[in-house]
């Protein structure tokens, strides 16, 4: 197990009031990092049942002794995340590490679209999709990551998805959105390649979180991590690893690139 490789860092997880992000969250503040902690509103955690509200998850977080905020508010709407950046940088200071966690296949009536192919899902989830994964990863990079360059230091870690590598349907403009969040970190790490600021990005597999459980049916058989299969679910710490890899000092020299944490799923020359 690393060290607290992260002791006097602040991180911000957008999307971390439960699910992935939540235990991104965890992991980062296991390292020493103080951490910031997002959802859309105070009562989001509760909807799968993971927590009762935004209150409990930074509760919970305190326990490796490093300091935790909250913010609440929709990443896709600019004065929204000018708001988020003044109260984390009077509650924790700078952010040193940035993780888009936030979007996923969530449409304009706040489950997954339907339909949810290429030729017939409605303008309004496009427009929501588009908001909540690709427009607001950019709105907060660019609210976060100047204060980084000024700084000459930073990590920016993009949460894309599998899909994101291959063509699927249904969930074709999730998956799409998800492969420009991989080209904007690209692009992104080009940028400040001179500005000692790494942008990289975790593409996760299918993961057994509690809405992953909850929208989908699952495949029993893929459900046991303890076998020796990778052909399976992974486990949100296992994604949350390769997000802690990134943020720290090992990754020193990783820049512009995509781990996909799916087990070989996506495997394909090149």
């Not at 057994?208 to 989908?216: I, P």
């Not at 997000?243 to 690139?257: D, M």
């Amino acid at each position: 197990m690393a060290t607290r490789e992260l002791d006097g860092l602040t991180a911000f997880v957008t999307g971390s009031g439960r699910g992935l992000g939540r235990v991104m969250a965890e992991r980062l503040a296991e390292l020493g990092a103080n951490v910031a902690i997002h959802d859309m509103d105070e009562t989001a955690p509760a909807k799968y049942g993971e927590f009762a509200n935004l209150a409990e998850v930074v509760e919970g977080l305190k326990r490796h002794g490093t300091k935790v905020t909250s913010v609440t508010g929709n990443i896709g709407d600019q004065k929204a995340v000018a708001e988020m950046k003044r109260k984390i940088e009077a509650d924790l200071g700078d952010v040193h590490v940035l993780v888009n966690c936030a979007g996923g296949d969530i449409g304009a009536k706040g489950g997954k679209p339907n339909p949810n192919n290429a030729l017939d899902i409605e303008l309004d989830d496009i427009r929501v999709l588009t908001e909540n994964n690709l427009i607001g990863t950019m709105l907060v990079c660019q609210a976060f990551v100047p204060p980084m360059k000024q700084r000459g230091g930073g990590s920016v870690i993009n949460i894309a998805s599998a899909a994101a590598h291959l063509g699927v349907s249904p969930e074709v403009v999730y998956s799409t959105l998800k492969a420009a969040v991989v080209h904007y970190t690209r692009c992104l790490a080009k940028e400040l390649i001179d500005d000692g600021v790494r942008v990289n990005a975790v593409s996760p597999g299918a993961t057994k979180t509690a809405r992953f459980q909850a929208t989908r049916v699952v495949d029993p058989n893929r459900m046991d991590s303890s076998k020796k299969s990778l052909n399976r679910y992974a486990e949100p710490e296992e994604i949350a690893e390769a997000v802690a890899f990134l943020a720290g000092p090992r990754a020193r020299f990783i820049n512009g690139q995509v781990i996909r944490v799916d087990g070989g799923f996506t495997i394909f020359p090149g």
